[in-house]
């Protein structure tokens, strides 16, 4: 409960400065503030809180980019911190922007307790794996891009150049061309040959930057994640995609709702008339929404369980679509305690982690212990 003295920052984020609006619990203004978004400037903005008084909640927008530096500040001085989507476009259009405008909101959106979500700690092993697992979907998109072009230079290559290449695998044309020896000139068929040895060593080096992320990214998700692994269907990729929507700190995530949501797999009605169904939710985290639609297909094909479900359900009149939606609701309700558990003990961070829910809060009586091997 918001004491009469307490007070409610809002931060409009930025790259080269920050801007903040400090209001009270009754809602009026007391000033605004622009702020360097270096430690001097976190330091900044905290003094002049205090000159108006204690500061216990902080509303901040960009929390996981410009932002992710001063929610740690804050954190660590013990505010409060309150994760702040973007302002209402419609009310932004007829208003009119500015950054102290869209402070003031952030400010006023935790006053009315509209903004509750809590924003990632992202200080754990959680947070290591979601920028590895970046880079290694970076190398990736690269290394396809490299190959593509690779495949187009081969189609378009005058023979018999192009058709000694164009029946080889990737693969074999990356090895094939890096090993070219084009000669001098502006010869079509030369500039090719040595377009094509540049792109094979450029493949060639993303390839081995893929390996190498694959090597540091191997043992992380086990290390995390021992009771999500041990559920059928959930491989590493998928647990690591489910770790890094959760974030960090299990203390996000309410309830398996919140999880579900948080996914894309809670449930939104699409009744109409004396139609009553429900459809599955487009929104939510895409990439943990795909693991979570991953999962429910591999349990299909080999979980005698819920292929047994899907049967059943299938006999009831149900299309795959709303069956696929069913599992992914249910693998929500399944993993949450789970996940929250195996984050409790999160062996990235040296200070204790919170107990997970309780049963009452939604979770089921017994959570599965570490498997053995996997203690940390």
């Known amino acids: 409960m918001q004491q009469m003295d307490d007070l409610i920052l809002g931060v409009d984020t930025h790259g080269d400065a920050h801007v903040g609006v400090l209001i009270d619990a009754l809602g009026r203004r007391l000033g605004a503030l622009a702020f360097p978004t270096d430690a001097a400037g976190h330091e900044q903005v905290l003094a002049w809180c205090g000159t108006h008084g204690r500061l216990r909640v902080a509303g901040v927008e960009g929390t996981g980019s410009y932002g992710a530096p001063l929610v740690r500040f804050l954190a660590a001085r013990g505010v409060r911190v309150v994760e702040v989507n973007r302002p209402n476009r419609q009310r932004r259009r007829r208003r009119g922007k500015s950054d102290p405008a869209d402070a003031e909101a952030a400010a006023r959106a935790v006053l009315a307790g509209e903004a509750t979500a809590v924003p990632k700690a992202r200080d754990g092993v959680v947070e290591a794996i979601r920028v590895l697992h970046l880079a290694r979907a970076s190398a990736v998109k690269a290394r396809t891009r490299v190959a593509n072009q690779l495949k187009h230079f081969i189609l378009t290559a005058p023979d ?217």
């Open 160 to 376: 018999p150049l192009g058709a000694t290449l164009r029946p080889l695998t990737t693969e074999a044309r990356v090895v094939r061309c890096a090993r070219l020896r084009p000669g001098v000139g502006a010869q079509p068929g030369e500039a090719t040959k040595r377009a094509l040895r540049h792109l094979a060593r450029r493949w060639r080096a993303l390839d081995r930057e893929v390996r190498e992320l694959d090597a540091d990214l191997r043992g992380l998700p086990q290390q995390a994640a021992p009771r999500l692994l041990a559920e059928p269907g959930v491989g590493p990729g998928c647990a690591a995609r489910l770790l890094v929507a959760a974030g960090d700190n299990p203390t996000r995530l309410r309830s398996d709702a919140a999880l579900a949501a948080l996914c894309g797999a809670s449930p939104v009605e699409a009744s109409s008339g004396t139609v009553l169904r429900h459809r599955l939710n487009r929104g939510g985290d895409r990439q943990a929404n795909n693991a979570l639609w991953t999962v429910a297909v591999n349990r299909l094909r080999h979980h005698p369980e819920t292929r047994a479900y899907a049967a059943r359900r299938t006999r009831e009149g149900r299309s795959r679509k709303e069956i696929v939606r069913c599992l992914m609701r249910h693998l929500a309700r399944r993993l949450y305690p789970l996940l929250l558990a195996d984050l409790a003990r999160d062996p990235g961070r040296a200070e204790p982690r919170p107990p997970p829910p309780s049963p009452g809060d939604g979770c089921p009586a017994t959570i599965p212990p570490v498997p053995a091997g996997t203690a940390g």
